[in-house]
C-alpha cells in the first residue's frame, strides 16, 4: 500500500501532465499525436576516450596537471589578489604592497600545481580501484 507521500507525489504527477493540442481559429482544441521522441544522445556524437585517460565522477576526462593550467588560474585570480592587498594594506608602501602580491604569487603558483597533482593522482588511484 503506497505511503500518503507517495500517493501526494503520483498526483503531482498526474496533474502537471499535459497534451498535445491545437487550436483552431473558433477556439477549438484538436488533439495531436505526440511528437515522436527525440533519439538517444548515444547514438549521436561519439565521444573518444583517450587510453589510459583518467575520467572524473561525471564521465568527463580529467587534464594531467600542467603549468600552463595553473599559469591561466593564477592570471585570472591575480587581480583578484592585487585588488585585496590594496583594500587590506592602506598604510603599507607602494613597493611593500608589490612584494606582498609577489610574495603570495610565488606561493599560490607551486601550490595551486601541487592539488591539482594530488587530485589527478587520488582519481587514478581511484578508477584502478578494484569495483566491489
Given amino acids: 500500500m503506497p505511503s500518503r507521500k507517495q500517493r501526494r507525489r503520483r498526483e503531482k504527477l498526474k496533474r502537471h501532465e499535459y497534451e498535445y493540442v491545437i487550436e483552431t481559429e473558433e477556439g477549438e482544441e484538436i488533439p495531436v499525436d505526440r511528437p515522436p521522441e527525440r ?5 549521436g556524437r561519439e565521444r573518444k576516450i583517450p587510453e589510459g585517460a583518467v575520467l572524473d565522477r561525471r564521465g568527463r576526462v580529467l587534464p594531467k596537471p600542467s603549468f600552463q593550467r595553473v599559469m591561466k588560474r593564477t592570471m585570472i585570480l591575480f587581480p583578484l589578489i592585487v585588488l585585496f592587498i590594496l583594500v587590506a594594506y592602506k598604510n603599507v608602501s607602494t ?3 608589490a612584494l606582498i602580491a609577489v610574495e603570495l604569487l610565488v606561493i599560490f603558483v607551486p601550490f595551486s600545481y601541487f592539488v591539482d597533482r594530488m587530485m589527478y593522482r587520488a582519481m587514478q588511484k581511484r578508477q584502478n580501484r578494484p569495483r566491489r
Fill in 39 to 43: 533519439e538517444a544522445k548515444s547514438q
Fill in 95 to 97: 613597493i611593500q604592497k
